[in-house]
RNA sequence: GCCCGCUUGGUGUAGAGGUUAUCAUGCAGGAUUGUCAUUCCUGCGACCCGGGUUCAAUUCCCGGAGUGGGCGCCA
């Protein structure tokens, strides 16, 4: 059966020396006390420069931390002091000279003093590359800026403290994930992004030129991971983009998003909400317990702050998540004075009545089969409250808002024939698809989660296009 | 695709048919300071585009462009 097994915590990232530095700037403060006196060369960007006269502060900032340099014309000479107080906020600049204990703040009687910190004090100096001032957007600014303005100039709003964290953020929720699901025995694989015809039909694509022929960038990779299952890989995951050419304007869309996606053989879809319910719940506990997620989310709600927004707490979901089946959703909605009829899709509107009661992670199964692709698996004589026919498709949410979808697959080659017709498909298009249902398949399921959804959740981002470095949007493509 | 907003210095805002167009942040200069979101002084910098109404439009109307939100659909 399955094993879960326990991981211990990667082993500490090692910074090593690169030829524009000996040390980071977040060793210069773990590491200072032993450092003290030490000639190191740091590099980063200058944040802010304080004081005009013989002396001046820097703040200097790389990818591990802000350090500040103190420059006295003693000891640097008056023309590189003069540069430096004349350079421009975000400039990378270089320095040489030696660490020094801090000079401690001022601390008001009965506060407790600060733990020690360290200082480089400079002899030289190298600008690197000057910044052109104004900026198009203050990095330390408490300014708010709005989001196009953010998009159009990003590399300059990824040096802000909380959206770099949010980036990192991302980074953990991946690498969690993936850790999860390879211990439950899946193995990481990679599917076409061009394809000579739609994977699932409905949805609009994007339409590109391969060679002489016309193709269609994938909306996800379901066809490809089901014929893995037929190629008895049993268990495959994947991490990558998916198109959507839906012209959509909502916060939670995005035209190219990155979709986690799993397939799981010899598994119908109560299996599946397992792996997928115990993978977000080590992906949330792992956030919540690391220390370095911990300083990530701490860097958000040190910015929240300043906009007086609340803090985000990372809330460690329950196991199991509760279910909701399709039947009972419709039943509460009428119940709660929705408007909605068995058989009808579950607008938002309606979506809201439901996340009243189950504001996080719940399963939504046994949608009926008439609001289901035609690979989704059903089992005859599963009926709804209308004697209409049940699938093995279900979605996950967070409150109002859809993150997974996913069900047990249609293994049997003429029921899934028979539903591509149903669905006005033609089984010719789709010929690379059902070949591989033709000489044995197991059974099998699998869900497709969005990326940037779980994103949002676990950040309290407002829009999807912050999670994303360069979102594609109905407008954006550049940069 | 449909519905509703918004557009003022680099950034984010206040505001009014006739104003010296507000404030913050920023930028430049100066004074002070081994600073700690320093403080203080001085200065710089803006009404999306086109047409209309009016003695007068940045303000009102129409159109355009850009942008934000909601919906459908989805992850």
Known sequence: MLHVLHRSPPPMTTWVPTAYRTHTLGEIQTLGADLIDQIVTVAGFMEANRGKGAICFVDLRDGTGTTQVFLKADNIGAESLDVVQRMTRESTLQFTGTVSLKRPPKVKEGEPTPPPAYEVLATSVEVIARAEAPLPLGVTDT????????????????????????????????????????????????????????????????????????????????????????????????????????????????????????????????????????????????????????????????????????????????????????????????????????????????????????????????????????????????????????????DLNFGRDEMTSGGQREHRIDVLIDNLKNMELDPEEFEFYVAGFRHGVPPHAGWGLGVERILMKLTGAKNVRETVLFPRDRKRFCP
């Open 143 to 394: 300014v708010n800026v709005e989001l196009d303005t953010r998009l159009d100039n990003r590399f300059l709003d990824l040096r802000r403290a909380h959206v770099n964290a949010m980036f990192r953020l991302r980074g953990k929720v991946l690498q969690f994930g993936r850790q999860h699901l390879i211990t439950e025995g899946f193995i990481e694989t990679h599917t076409p992004k061009i394809v000579a015809t739609a994977t699932e039909g409905g949805t609009d694509l994007f339409p590109m030129q391969y060679f002489e022929t016309p193709a269609y960038l994938n909306q996800s990779p379901q066809l490809f991971k089901q014929l893995c299952m037929s190629g008895g890989l049993e268990r495959v995951f994947e991490i990558g983009p998916a198109f959507r050419a839906e012209k959509h304007d909502t916060y939670r869309h995005l035209n190219e998003f990155i979709s986690f996606d799993i397939e799981c053989s010899w598994a119908n879809d109560d299996d599946v909400m397992g792996v997928l319910e115990r993978m977000l719940h080590h992906i949330w506990k792992s956030i919540a317990e690391e220390e370095e997620s911990q300083g990530l989310i701490a860097t958000i709600n040190a910015y929240r702050a300043t906009q007086e927004e609340e803090a985000i707490e990372v809330v460690v979901p329950e196991l199991p998540f509760p279910r909701m089946e399709y039947c009972d959703a419709i039943r509460i909605i009428k119940e709660k004075g929705g408007t909605i009829e068995w058989g009808d899709d579950i607008d938002a509107e309606n979506s809201d009545l439901l996340a009243e009661d189950l504001p996080q992670f719940y399963f939504l199964p046994r949608w009926p089969m008439s609001l289901k692709p035609f690979y989704i698996h059903h089992v005859e004589g599963e009926i709804g409250s209308t004697d209409q026919q049940l699938s093995r498709g279900f």
